[in-house]
């Protein structure tokens, strides 16, 4: 048994039984981890109040050779994530932001890119930077970390210079100019921009000269389709803002 500490990123934290929880969070250094709380569910757990997703906290934990699922010793809560916590908004954007790292992360594996992205998105977030642009700058982010996002200098047919707008094919492989393209999702010169400088440019930057809502919007649904391309699925909670956003009851029945 050996006992381990690092920052880590709290990105879901589930009941089980009658007294523990289940905690994944997302180290720099060992990536994704499982640890159990134990007692957590009790009354007057040392855990109390500390174990909320997207909190930045001190985790201190047990492992045992070839065991996934690690017992937690200690977590300090460095940075709460109340800014997420207080409407229904923050708390879809905040499951999204961490469904990324739960199906991007790997176990085990250093993570360090990964890691500073949803640190420095959550800053940004905390003093205020807006949402939508925070979302599609970290998506676009993952997405690149990942090696799928597009690269929005040359068309994939001809190589020829996208210059002011492309199209993303229906099989989402790259993006493609007017000429090349048999039809797609279009993809305008402000959106394009964006994705640009969301290579060159922090968040905090991006900020301070946004793109429109509806360049924001083009940008989101490239990504969602570059991502579901990737993952052969769609993230749970993508659908469930979606459903939110439309209306509709969300169907989180779904597991
Ligand atoms: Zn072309």
């Given amino acids: 048994m050996s006992l381990q500490s690092a920052d880590a990123l709290l990105l879901d934290v589930f009941d089980l039984q009658e007294q523990d929880r289940i905690v994944t969070f997302l180290t720099a250094e060992r990536g994704k981890k499982r640890g159990v709380a134990r007692g957590a569910r009790r009354k007057h ?33 460095s940075r709460p994530a109340t800014f997420l916590q ?9 499951a999204y932001l961490a469904d990324h790292m739960l199906e991007f992360a790997q176990e085990n594996e250093a993570s360090h890119e ?11 977030l905390a003093v205020g930077v807006d949402r939508d642009l925070a979302g599609r700058y970290y998506e676009i982010w993952v ?3 990942a090696g799928v996002f597009p690269s929005a ?30 039809g797609g999702l279009e993809v305008g010169p402000e959106a ?7 290579g060159r440019e922090n968040l905090e930057s991006l900020a301070r000269r946004p793109p429109s809502r509806a360049a924001l919007e083009v940008v989101a649904e490239l990504s969602a389709r570059v991502r579901r391309t990737f993952l052969q699925h769609e993230l749970k909670s ?9 209306g509709l009851p969300p169907d989180v029945s779904v597991g």
């Fill in 153 to 182: 200098g040359e068309c994939l047919g001809c190589g020829r210079d996208l210059g002011g707008g492309a199209v993303l094919p229906a099989a989402a492989e790259g993006l493609a100019c007017r000429h090349c393209a048999d």
């Fill in 45 to 77: 757990s040392r855990y109390a109040g500390q174990l909320q997703p997207l909190a930045r906290a001190r985790v201190t934990w047990f492992e045992r050779g070839s065991s996934e699922l690690v017992r937690i010793r200690s977590l300090e809560l």
């Fill in 192 to 198: 394009l921009e964006f994705v640009r400088r969301s």
């Fill in 143 to 145: 997405l690149r970390l």
């Fill in 114 to 124: 990964l890691f500073r992205l949803l640190d420095t998105t959550l800053v940004a």
């Fill in 238 to 246: 993508f659908r469930v803002i979606r459903e939110t956003l439309a």
């Fill in 86 to 94: 207080g409407d229904l908004e923050g708390l879809l954007l905040g």
